[in-house]
């Protein structure tokens, strides 16, 4: 389901990803997590082959082929959970004897950085953002406060001041021999800069709803929280569709400015491929690449922000939108 999906996206995957881009030795709990997400992955895959050749879910046939399809329905978990064991078993017993070597950080350069630095900051800024633009719409004082200090703050200076922060200026102010990741600097200051505007635009999608619709909501009995979690985000959520898309295009364009503090990004890549003496002369071609590459990203991104307009739909006539 979505929810499993999600979960795993969220809490599994990104151990495995971690050791497999990062390599080096793993602790029993590393270990563990690495084999729960290669038994996410296949279950999930032969979840998704069983619906698409047969039209039934894993689940169906796994209740199926125990015998227990016509017993009671609380029978049903046990032989998923069976099933889901075997597979961590077997995804265990096979990646324990992985030993990838160990990547450090400062080797990553071209396309890929690209994306970890994007795909990162995009994932982290959103919920960021969201509770940004509640702690500034608080009751509390002292919440209302730091939000709207923090938002104007970082609103306030160019990207590339907060870089340089996080980046040259953080490291002066730690103790002696406490040297911090400088990727995972970078990654941090884009983070805090994309979390301060997507502020702003989920603050603006919460003023958009009516308040009368929290007075209905509250008038049937939904707290606080709930009205805001089932009235009002799903509605404010379709609305700020486009403004979140159009800041996640700027953030994918703007991962090209670390550049200017060493790392090889893909515009790095490709400038330095460019000063080789057997392409010195041919500077357009990739520019040209790099050009595409970011026309394909953000015009998917659009295309995508325009098929959950049409998916979630926003309240207007079709003629309007």
């Not at 939904?222 to 089932?230: E, F, P, T, V």
């Not at 800041?247 to 491929?273: C, N, P, S, W, Y």
């Amino acid at each position: 389901s979505k929810a499993v999906i999600g979960f795993s996206v969220a809490l599994i995957y990104p151990f495995l990803a971690t050791y497999l881009f990062l390599g080096g030795e793993r602790g029993l709990f590393s270990q563990i997590m690495v084999a729960a997400g290669i038994m996410t992955f296949a279950a999930v895959e032969l979840h998704v082959l069983a619906c698409l050749v047969t039209g039934k879910s894993g689940r169906h046939w796994i209740i199926r082929l125990s015998g227990l399809a016509k017993r009671d329905d609380k029978f049903h978990k046990y032989p998923v959970i069976a099933v889901l064991g075997l597979l961590f078993i077997a995804a265990f017993a096979a990646s324990y004897e992985w030993q990838e070597p160990e990547i450090w950080t400062y080797k990553w350069g071209g396309l890929f950085l690209t994306l970890v630095i994007a795909g990162i900051a995009i994932a982290s800024a959103l919920p960021a953002g969201i509770i940004l633009a509640f702690g500034r719409r608080s009751r509390m004082p002292f919440i209302r406060t730091v939000s709207i200090a923090y938002i104007e703050l970082v609103r306030s200076v160019p990207l590339v001041t907060v870089l340089f922060m996080w980046t040259t200026m953080l490291p002066l102010f730690l103790p002696e021999g406490m040297l911090p990741n400088k990727l995972v600097s970078a990654i941090v200051a884009i983070s805090v800069f994309a979390s301060a505007y997507t502020a702003e635009i989920v603050r603006g999608g919460l003023q958009a709803i009516p308040i009368e619709q929290i007075e209905a909501a509250r008038a049937i009995g939904l707290s606080h929280w709930q009205s805001l979690r089932l009235v009002v985000m799903p509605q404010a959520l379709r609305l700020m569709i486009p403004n979140i898309v159009g800041e996640f295009q700027g953030l994918v364009k703007g991962t090209t400015i670390v550049t200017i503090f060493g790392f090889q990004d893909l515009m790095g890549m490709l400038r330095a491929v460019s000063a080789q003496p057997i392409w010195i002369n041919l500077f357009y071609e990739p520019m040209f690449v790099a050009a595409a590459f970011y026309f394909v990203a953000c015009f998917g991104l659009s295309k995508y922000s325009r098929y959950l307009e049409r998916t979630l739909g926003d309240g207007l006539p079709k003629r309007v939108r």
